[in-house]
């Protein structure tokens, strides 16, 4: 539809295209996710042995990374040359990128780099989607709107993310190539519709480019994100690798160079990073709630796949070649409760106003939290369906109202800027809960799952020795398999140990039930340090969320502070007008 952007219809046409593109970049993320074991099949690599992790992490992680580091950037470059303008050019690479990702000419370690590589340029694609489409759709829309509108693109970009698990899971029992395929038709019709009917109908500031922010910021989030996710990996005979050079110099290093950012960006005349955004508690606070619930839900989300794919699953029958997608059908409830509570929220924001239903929503969510810890590990599926809703119903609630009041609160020339902020903390916050949550889980289970794996080994009959070099192995390697949805008894002990133990014991030590049971229980014991800190992020996230803006005059909802900058909702006039906005 080529609409005029007066036109009543305009606003639609704008929300209905940013919602397609955010859903695209959204299930490319997990849809690879849950596909990983037909992938590295599909290339011939085993991503358990130990040399091939690092393949493993980054196709988990490079295209969050990618997009983490490059949307404020982008977002800035919006401002300056047209949202519009980049967000297209972003569905245009993206679309490219598809073809080239389903076309890998390569196996082994090749094909695994290939796809990273550009896995990596798509991400560029999908940033500039990512850091223009709220501000988009804040220009189109008038703000007694906005609420709805935001509403309605960010839960299609979280419900994206969980969408993908069902069917990256349906695609790859296909083909692991579809995975790359199904974004091709999609990515060509959005580009065409968009590069059709979008206008730019926000405020274009000319400037510079901040080379130097642009550089330090990409560095050191770069350096500090990827040494916390390297960090779950062993090193030097410990469990995990806090103590390898390497990832003390990024942690280290990556800390310094984004010090140095924030000098430059306060000392630059035109930044690609207004830290004075931040004097606003509206925004600061709701950035802060972004990055934390980003965090949890990350978390969420890895140690769901986990606990079905390696756990619940194979004791209630399934084969694991058929976990990856039964995990995500049994997840479908988290997705609802995501798209039956956004809109709502959204539209009702714009009548009661945001940060209730923002700090609801995170409250909600940690309640939902509690209840999974309260599950047994082998449960029963109504109850954790009701929580995984309710807490998708928590993610709903908050989404959009927080959204709205970040980019509600600042100036209508650096709304490009300020999403693609909101969107830096919201990627990397996926990042960091890699790192953050599966850290967690691995000292979680370090403490008991050495013990529990000998005891359990060796009364099935495997030499103690040999137990005793199983159980000795890095727990990380276990917590991947679960992930992978692989059975690794088989791999661990090997056809040589397997052939000295009793026929009907070597049965059981592959069988669907032995390996879930055995890991059942120090996975409990990790799973309550990573909720307990799920919980306490929401809560502070909740408390965020309830800032208001200087002098008490808080952005009340997503229809206040269209542009003055205050954060602070501007007056009783500037209200009144915001209100007779077109429709």
């Known amino acids: 539809m080529d609409v005029d952007t007066d036109h009543p219809r305009y606003k639609w ?28 099949n599909g290339i011939h690599l085993d991503p358990l042995r130990p040399g091939n992790v690092g393949y493993l992490l980054w196709m988990l992680m490079g295209y969050m990374l990618v997009t983490a580091v490059l949307v404020v950037t982008l977002g800035r470059l919006g401002d300056i040359w047209g949202r519009v303008r980049i967000y297209n050019a972003g569905f245009l690479i993206f679309t490219v990128t598809s073809v080239v990702l389903s076309l890998d ?14 896995r990596v340029v798509q991400a560029v694609g999908g940033a500039m989607l990512m850091a223009n489409a709220a501000a988009i759709i804040t220009d189109a829309f008038p703000a007694r709107q ?32 579809s995975v790359f395929w199904v974004n091709v038709p999609i990515g060509v019709i959005g580009t065409v519709w968009a590069y059709r009917s979008l206008r730019e109908t926000g405020v274009r500031r000319p400037g510079r480019i901040d080379w130097w922010g642009n550089i330090t910021f990409a560095v050191g989030l770069t350096a500090l994100l990827a040494a916390i996710t390297y960090g779950i990996q062993p090193y030097g005979g410990h469990t995990m690798g806090w103590t390898d050079p390497w990832v003390l110099a990024g942690l280290i290093g990556g800390t310094a160079v984004l010090a140095l950012f924030c000098a430059i960006e306060r000392r630059v005349a ?20 972004t ?52 809109p709502v929220a959204g539209h ?50 908050f989404a959009a109202p927080n959204t709205a009041l970040v980019m509600s609160s600042v100036p209508a020339a650096d709304r490009g800027a300020a999403s693609g902020m909101r969107a830096t903390f919201q990627n990397a916050g996926m990042v960091l809960s890699i790192g953050v949550f599966f850290s967690l889980m691995v000292a979680g289970l370090a403490g008991s799952l ?20 199983v159980a000795q192995l890095p727990p990380v390697g276990i917590l991947f398999a679960a992930f992978l949805g692989y059975n690794p008894i088989r791999e661990l002990l090997g056809p040589h140990v397997l052939a000295q133990v009793p026929a009907d014991s070597a049965g059981t030590l592959t069988g669907r039930e032995f390996f879930p049971h055995l890991i059942s229980g120090p996975f409990h014991d990790g799973l309550v340090v990573v909720f307990a800190l799920a919980i306490a992020m929401s809560l502070v ?40 906005a077109g429709s």
């Open 13 to 40: 046409v704008a929300l209905s295209n940013t919602t397609l593109g955010m859903l695209i970049a959204t299930i490319n993320s997990s849809i690879v996710l849950i596909s990983l074991p037909a992938i590295f």
């Open 105 to 118: 000419p390569f196996q082994g370690g090749g094909g695994a780099l290939w796809l990273i590589g550009w």
């Open 146 to 177: 906005r609420g709805m509108a935001l509403g309605v693109n960010m839960v299609a970009a979280i419900a994206g993310s969980f969408v993908g698990l069902v069917l990256g899971g349906l695609l790859a029992e296909w083909n692991w190539r």
């Open 270 to 289: 035109e930044p690609m990073f207004p830290l004075r955004l931040f004097r606003d508690p509206v925004f600061a606070g709701g950035n802060l709630a």
């Open 291 to 342: 990055l934390l619930g980003s965090i949890a839900r990350g978390g969420l989300q890895f140690m769901l796949i986990v606990w079905l794919q390696g756990i619940w699953l194979p004791l209630h029958g399934y084969d694991y070649a058929d976990t990856p997608l039964w995990a995500g059908i049994y997840l479908v409830p988290l997705t609802v409760g995501f798209l039956v509570a956004g």
């Open 348 to 397: 009702l924001s714009d009548r009661f106003g945001a940060r209730l239903f923002a700090a609801g929503g995170l409250l909600v969510t940690a309640a939902s939290f509690a209840g999974l810890l309260a599950l047994p590990t082998d449960f029963g599926y109504p109850a954790f369906a009701l929580l995984v809703f309710l807490n998708g119903l928590g993610g709903g609630l």
């Open 450 to 469: 050495p013990h529990t794996l000998a005891d359990g080994l060796t009364a099935q009959g495997v030499p103690a020795a040999d137990a005793h070099t």
């Open 541 to 580: 996230g909740a408390v965020a969320s309830l800032l208001r803006g200087r002098a008490g005059r808080a952005t009340a909802g997503a229809g206040t502070g269209t542009g003055s900058g205050t954060g602070g909702g501007g007056t009783g006039k500037a209200r009144a007008a915001t209100r007779g």
